[in-house]
Every structure is written in C-alpha cells, then in structure tokens.
C-alpha cells in the first residue's frame, strides 16, 4: 500500500512538471479530476467486501465509544504522531518556499526534491521496515530513531544551506518517515479492543489531519515573523520533544507489561 503511494510520489512531479510546461495548469486540472474518476472506478469494479456468513453482534460496545481516549498512553502517542505529522508536512508546505525564497531555485527544483525523495521510498522503504520486524526491533524505539532522524535532517537545512544540503536533509527526513509512518498504526493496533480496531485507527487517523493543519499554520507564521532558520530549529525542538515523549512511553509502556505480569503471578497465590 505505501510501495503504491510512494510511487505516485515519484511520478506525479514528473506528470504535473510536463503539463504546466508544456499546455498549463489546466491540463494538470483535467489530469487530476479523470486520475480521480478512474481509481474510483477500479476501486467500486475490483474491491469487494467480504460477506460474513454469520453476523455477530456485541451489545457492550456502545458502553466503550471513547475507550481510546481513556487509555493514556495512547494519548501520549497521539501527541507523538501529532509532532511527527508537524515535521513532515513542511517538506510539501514550507520547504518549495524555502528554495526560491533563501536559495533562490527555479520551481522546477520542487520537482526533483519529490521525485528524490519517492525514489528513497519506494526502493528502501520495504527493506527498512523488513529489517525491522525481522531483528524484532520495537515499534516504539523505532519510531523513536526516526524522530531523531527526521531532527538530523532539519539541522542540516540550518548548518548547511547549500543545494546538497537539500539532499542530505532529505535522505534523513526521508529515513525518520520509513521508520515512523509505517509503525505508527501498528502501536494503536496492538492496544486496540477486539471489534474496535477500525475506531481505534479513524482517532488515530484524525491526528494526521490535525498534524497538517498545525504544521501549515504555525510553520509560516513563524517564517512571517522570524524566518526560515528559527523555524527549522523550532522543528528541531520539536522532534526533540517527540524523542522524549517516546523515551517515556517506551517506559510507561514496559512498566504496564510488568504490572500485568506481576498481577498475574498474585492471582495464583491467592
């Protein structure tokens, strides 16, 4: 699923960059209004639900409709995903402002930065995720490396401001994305009800929209009012406040599993 968005990254650039080129933004227009109809066609044509052969019905699960926001720490990681989603929105709202404001780039730059970074993606994005299920590393220390990445990346922009500089920050961004999108669900998953997975999941979704709204925002006013530079470091505050926000449920998270195993263990000798 992400293989597939990762190479609409690459080709769409690629798509829009010709069409404004080459007739106008109305043609890319048109492009996306018929790309939209068709992959609704192909979704009503080659999606199918499933038909249960028995319905089962849970009469306790309207007591529970706002179970996920009793559970604590997944809150903690709601937060964690809200700075997340903060960071990397800016690549498409603040960094094309960035070339032609500070570095002085053509538009047509944008294009090779999107192309660069789906490229990233879509060939080392499997693997990376592969890796990581396979050494059993845990989905919060990785989205714990990732938020460090996607801050490494931000100081670059600052210290090195520089066409390179671009690339670089944007193969550490890039790596911070493999690590924490993928996982971020997976946490939600693992404390969700049985039955309730999907409402568990649409909460969670709801901080990406936040995530974006927030980053667009905040991120030029901060342009507006102190530059390119103190955002970036402000970013870089931020993903340092996700790391820690990470480092404590990590911990949270192993104490509950304590508790619950030691709880276990009394019940026997009672």
Same mark, same amino acid.
């Given at each position: 699923m992400?293989t597939?968005s990762?190479?609409g990254?690459?080709i769409s650039?690629?798509i @829009?960059?010709?069409s404004i080129?080459t007739?106008?933004?109305?043609l890319?227009f048109?492009?996306?209004?018929i ?7 192909? !979704?009503? *044509?080659f999606? =199918?639900?499933? =038909?249960?052969?028995h319905?089962?019905t849970f009469s306790?699960?309207n007591e ?13 990681h709601c937060?964690i995903?809200?700075?997340t989603?903060?960071?990397f929105f800016?690549i /498409? ?5 960035y070339?032609s404001?500070?570095?002085?780039l053509? #538009?047509t730059?944008?294009?090779? *930065?999107?192309? !660069? ?6 060939f080392?994005?499997?693997?990376v995720?592969?890796y ?6 845990? #989905? ?13 990346g931000?100081?670059i922009l600052? @210290?090195?401001q520089?066409?390179?500089?671009v /690339?670089l920050a944007?193969s !550490?961004?890039?790596?911070g994305v493999m690590? *924490?999108f993928?996982f @971020?669900?997976?946490f939600?998953l693992?404390?969700?009800y049985k039955?309730?997975?999907a409402?568990?999941?649409s909460?969670f979704?709801?901080?990406y929209g936040? @995530? ?13 009012r102190?530059g390119?530079?103190i955002? /970036? ?6 993903g ?6 990470s480092?404590i449920?990590?911990?949270?998270v *192993?104490?509950e599993?304590k508790d619950?195993k030691a709880?276990i263990?009394?019940s026997f000798f009672k």
């Amino acid at each position: 699923m992400r293989t597939a968005s990762n190479f609409g990254f690459i080709i769409s650039p690629i798509i @829009a960059g010709i069409s404004i080129a080459t007739v106008g933004y109305y043609l890319l227009f048109y492009i996306d209004g018929i790309s939209s109809i068709v992959a609704v066609v192909f !979704f009503i *044509t080659f999606v =199918k639900e499933k =038909k249960l052969l028995h319905q089962l019905t849970f009469s306790n699960l309207n007591e529970e409709k706002f179970v996920f926001l009793k559970d604590k720490l997944l809150l903690i990681h709601c937060l964690i995903t809200i700075i997340t989603g903060i960071i990397f929105f800016q690549i /498409f709202s603040v960094l094309p402002l960035y070339y032609s404001d500070v570095l002085k780039l053509s #538009t047509t730059f944008n294009t090779y *930065t999107l192309v !660069f970074y789906g490229l990233v993606l879509f060939f080392l994005e499997v693997a990376v995720v592969s890796y990581i299920k396979k050494k059993e590393i845990k #989905t919060l220390n990785a989205i714990l490396y990732g938020l460090l990445s996607m801050c490494l990346g931000y100081f670059i922009l600052v @210290a090195l401001q520089q066409t390179i500089g671009v /690339f670089l920050a944007l193969s !550490f961004i890039s790596f911070g994305v493999m690590l *924490t999108f993928p996982f @971020a669900a997976d946490f939600v998953l693992e404390r969700s009800y049985k039955k309730m997975e999907a409402k568990f999941l649409s909460y969670f979704q709801m901080c990406y929209g936040i @995530a974006q709204f927030l980053s667009a925002k905040l991120s030029l006013f901060i342009i507006h009012r102190l530059g390119y530079n103190i955002n /970036f470091i402000l970013n870089i505050f931020l993903g340092i406040t996700g790391v820690l926000l990470s480092y404590i449920l990590i911990n949270l998270v *192993t104490k509950e599993i304590k508790d619950k195993k030691a709880a276990i263990l009394n019940s026997f000798f009672k």
